[in-house]
């Protein structure tokens, strides 16, 4: 009998009110606000001289190393959408996602590497930016590999197109 009292007790006090309703100045979830303090001029981010840098035209030297890592990191990042080939046929296409486009079209093959690397930090269009997910070396690294690409092929922009 006195186990069951015991245990109704329990039960009774845990539906108590803990009266922590009213100590919002203490709860753990409140955050601190501090005064907005202005970032002294001529302050640099960590690493953004550094990032700047290696963005900076005309980037690294074209070697065949780096056109190499270039068709590698093109096939992880790029392939999905723009294709292999550079045609805006990849795989996210064939699935209904709008196509790319292409590497051939005059307008693109017009693009120097360093807009080529921009467009792959900043993004544009459709195309999202890749800067958290992509190397600033291996920006440059796709941004030579296409227009190495551009220049194997003057063959159709799209599949199915004719020859000029």
């Known amino acids: 009998m006195r186990l069951a009292i015991g245990f109704i007790s329990l039960a009774v006090l845990a539906g108590c009110d803990t009266g922590t309703e009213q100590r919002d ?57 723009h294709g292999l080939s550079g045609r805006g046929d990849g795989t996210v296409v064939s699935r209904g996602f709008p196509p790319p486009p292409s590497y051939h079209d005059e307008r693109v093959r017009a693009l120097s590497p360093e807009q080529i690397v921009t467009v792959i930090t900043q993004g544009k269009g459709r195309m999202y930016s890749y800067a958290d997910r992509v190397l600033p070396e291996d920006r440059w690294a796709i941004a030579h590999y296409i227009k190495q690409l551009q220049a194997q092929t003057g063959a159709p922009t799209r599949p199915g197109a004719s020859s000029p």
């Open 25 to 81: 100045a203490v709860a753990s979830t409140r955050t601190v606000q501090r005064p907005y303090v202005p970032v002294p001029p001529g302050t640099i981010a960590r690493g953004a001289a550094a990032q700047k840098a290696v963005l900076s035209p005309p980037g690294p030297q074209v070697t065949p190393d780096l056109v190499a890592r270039g068709e590698e990191r093109f096939r992880a990042f790029c392939s999905p959408c």
